[in-house]
């Protein structure tokens, strides 16, 4: 996610350091969380191992941290580019259930589906596709349809998109949706109310990574002196 590479290693390499301890301690004394409930899954016998539990409780601590975080700065860019929304908004607070959906729809923290392999040869658009070929979809491009969406470029808080697919669908819908649906209403609300004024301050840079989209700086005035 950032630049720096070995940096991230040694963040990595520590936090599975603290992984590690922690199972220790669940396994020792189990506790009513998460940790616990993947140390004592059992299939058939089988236990899951170090590395699996690890390795998802890393694709959790990533997934669940990046993209809501992301999103949170992309809908605040949204709403101070669009101060009528953000005005309307404030006067329609029964209208974030639809926000929070549309901020999702406009700009995705996570603009692409995982990575696909076409299990067979075909063609699609003109474009030919053979088996085992890695396939990306871009799920914030299927947000701008303009076959799925009237006028999909505009910011509309109003709009309560029904064909939202940026959590993806089937077997590998996200989930988190819920909780990070949850995340995005409760900081706006609370975001609103303490602050009557909010106003872009400077130009947005975004984080270096092509799959999980958010900005790396965004300077807002509160409004305060
Ligand atoms: C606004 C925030 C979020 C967005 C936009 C988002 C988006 C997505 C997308 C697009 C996928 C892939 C779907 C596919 O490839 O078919 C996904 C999968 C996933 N998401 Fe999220 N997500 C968000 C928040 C979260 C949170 C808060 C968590 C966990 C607490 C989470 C956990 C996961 C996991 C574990 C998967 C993989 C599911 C699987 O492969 O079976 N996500 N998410």
């Not at 998460?34 to 539990?53: K, W």
Request: aromatic fraction near 8%; include cysteine.
């Amino acid at each position: 996610v950032y630049p720096d590479r070995a940096k991230t290693e040694a963040m990595l390499e520590e936090s599975t350091g603290m992984f590690l301890e922690l199972l220790d301690a669940r396994r020792a004394e189990p506790k009513d969380d998460l940790l616990t409930a993947m140390v004592l899954a059992e299939d058939e016998g089988r236990f899951l191992s170090d590395d699996e539990i690890i390795s998802n409780l890393h694709l959790l601590n990533f997934v669940g941290h990046e993209t809501t975080d992301g999103q949170i700065g992309n809908s605040m860019l949204a709403l101070l580019r669009n101060p009528d929304q953000l005005q309307l908004l404030r006067e329609r607070p029964d209208l974030m259930r639809s926000a929070v959906d549309e901020f999702i729809r406009y700009d995705p923290s996570g603009a692409w589906a995982h990575i696909q392999f076409a299990t067979e040869d075909f063609e699609i658009n003109g474009q030919q596709l053979h088996a085992g070929e890695r396939i990306a979809f871009c799920l914030a491009s299927a947000h701008r349809d303009p076959e799925a969406y009237q006028n999909p470029d505009k910011f509309d808080i109003t709009r309560n998109p029904e064909k939202n697919i940026s959590f993806g669908i089937g077997a590998h819908y996200c989930i988190g949706a819920a909780l990070a649906r949850l995340e995005l209403a409760v900081v706006f609300e609370r975001l609103l109310a303490r602050y009557p004024r909010l106003e872009l301050a400077g130009e947005v840079t975004y984080r270096p990574n092509a799959f999980i989209r958010g900005p790396l700086t965004l300077d807002v005035d509160l409004g305060i002196a």
